[in-house]
């Protein structure tokens, strides 16, 4: 079975396959139209996020059998149209769950301990105690949405923190002993943080908008490690102006492109409200790393392979 790696992944990937028998093609830089001339000759792709799979893709991949996509979302893919056409689809949120977790934990104790602006005032020579003062994670209460695979890991991590975890899902009865699953409408009432843990869907996009900021009964911080297009942005920079919000963890954007690769090579001015968040001394901002650790590059890639070994 013949194999098209559309993106670069850890050496792991290509070895394991080989070792297994598979025939690997890598091309990192065709264009999509120069893919889809030749992607008949092939019974599987591995992609991360180079561009889309949609209905005119698979309708010339006429011998495809699966998809690997070396992390958690597929929606870059066209899931339903691949399924009708018997096409397997892997994807590896158990391969950076760890280190989403990590560093979701990571940019909420850093924004409650002020840790950037701190750090930056010292380097200029200012030294400013009680301007620093933080909050302790302790006796407060975070709030997920989403508990699947990093939502989970998430949990285990705050359980040492002697603080209130909630959870809220789409599916029922996914709550255990970090996290008590509750409705929407208790974790607006009772949440301290919020921490996004969801695919981008149809439910998730903008789902953090003024209305979901404005019912909530508390400020609160928000980090959000999942899709950057869940948050309206705008919003959110109200929310932050307002006070309602009191810091913001994003290590995703509103305003990245689909691959995720890149978002600052448009010719046109910044949003206005990602100037703000540039600016803001209580907001952390990240390329969309959470889960890109050298350990995690090693998880996804073993992750794909196994599940591709069960079924071939």
């Known amino acids: 079975?013949?194999?098209?790696?559309?993106?670069?992944?850890?050496?792991?990937?290509?070895?394991?396959?080989?070792?297994?028998?598979?025939?690997?093609?890598?091309?990192?830089?065709?264009?999509?139209?120069?893919?889809?001339?030749?992607?008949?000759?092939?019974?599987?792709?591995?992609?991360?996020?180079?561009?889309?799979?949609?209905?005119?893709?698979?309708?010339?991949?006429?011998?495809?059998?699966?998809?690997?996509?070396?992390?958690?979302?597929?929606?870059n893919i066209d899931v339903d149209y691949a399924e009708q056409k018997g096409v397997k689809l892997y994807n590896a949120p158990e391969g950076n769950r760890n280190a989403v977790s990590e560093h979701a934990l990571g940019m909420l104790l850093s924004l409650f301990n002020k840790l950037q602006t701190a750090h930056d005032e010292v380097v200029n020579g200012k030294w400013r105690r009680e301007a620093n003062r933080g909050y302790e994670l302790e006796g407060k209460t975070v709030g997920i949405i989403g508990y699947g695979n990093t939502g989970k890991a998430f949990a285990r991590k705050l359980s040492g923190f002697d603080c209130e975890v909630l959870c809220y899902d789409i599916l029922d009865e996914v709550g255990d002993q970090n996290a008590r699953q509750v409705s929407l409408d208790e974790l607006k009432v009772k949440?301290?943080?919020?921490s996004l843990h969801t695919p981008q869907t149809h439910l998730t996009l903008g789902m953090i908008n003024a209305e979901f900021i404005n019912s909530m009964k508390n400020p609160f911080w928000i980090i959000n490690t999942a899709r950057g297009k869940?948050?309206?942005?705008?919003?959110?920079?109200?929310?932050?102006?307002?006070?309602?919000?009191?810091?913001?963890?994003?290590?995703?954007?509103?305003?990245?492109?689909?691959?995720?690769?890149?978002?600052?090579t448009s010719s046109h001015q910044l949003p206005q409200a990602f100037q703000y968040l540039m600016k803001a001394d209580n907001v952390l901002l990240s390329p969309h790393v959470a889960g890109w650790t050298f350990e995690s590059h090693l998880k996804l890639a073993q992750t794909i392979v196994d599940k591709i070994d069960r079924d071939f």
């Not at 790696?5 to 999509?32: A, Q, R, V, Y």
């Not at 949440?191 to 919020?194: C, E, G, K, R, S």
């Not at 948050?231 to 305003?255: C, F, I, M, P, Q």
């Open 191 to 194: 949440a301290d943080v919020i």
């Open 1 to 75: 079975m013949k194999i098209l790696h559309l993106d670069s992944n850890h050496p792991l990937m290509i070895e394991e396959l080989t070792k297994l028998g598979f025939d690997n093609t890598e091309d990192f830089t065709s264009t999509k139209t120069e893919v889809e001339a030749k992607i008949h000759e092939f019974d599987g792709i591995i992609i991360r996020s180079r561009f889309s799979i949609d209905k005119s893709f698979l309708d010339k991949a006429t011998n495809l059998k699966f998809i690997g996509r070396v992390g958690a979302g597929l929606e």
């Open 230 to 264: 869940s948050v309206v942005t705008e919003d959110l920079v109200n929310g932050l102006r307002s006070g309602k919000v009191l810091g913001a963890g994003l290590d995703v954007l509103e305003y990245e492109k689909s691959s995720f690769e890149d978002m600052f």
